[in-house]
């Protein structure tokens, strides 16, 4: 995968919350995140933005020991792991500011 920002949008529908994925090659929980976050789009609409700090020297100083790190509304809002239920409270949070 490309190093930077990757836009998956849902449609690139204006309003809908955006998610970004900060994540590295072969990090298995990142993996699983990026799993995690294209199932709850079927439930939610959100685009979301991966981005891959694999080589970027401010990137990997800044997520490296945090990853997968998901960030909801420009707000830091997961590491490590996603908790589905709290996600989906998050993001119904952000879609109505």
Do not use: N
């Not at 490309?2 to 998956?8: H, P």
């Not at 789009?41 to 020991?65: K, M, S």
Request: hydrophobic share 35%; with cysteine; glycine share 10%.
């Amino acid at each position: 995968m490309q190093r930077g920002a990757k836009k998956e949008g849902a449609g690139g529908t204006t309003g809908s919350p955006t998610v970004i994925l900060y994540h590295a090659e072969g990090c298995h929980l990142c993996e699983r995140a990026r799993s995690q976050l294209h199932a709850l789009r079927a439930q939610r609409d959100f685009e979301l933005h991966e981005v891959d700090i694999t080589g970027v020297p401010g990137l990997e100083a800044r997520y490296r020991e945090l990853i997968p790190v998901v960030e909801i509304g420009g707000e830091q809002a997961f590491t490590y792991y996603i908790h589905e239920a709290a996600f989906l409270r998050r993001l119904d949070a952000q879609a109505h500011v």
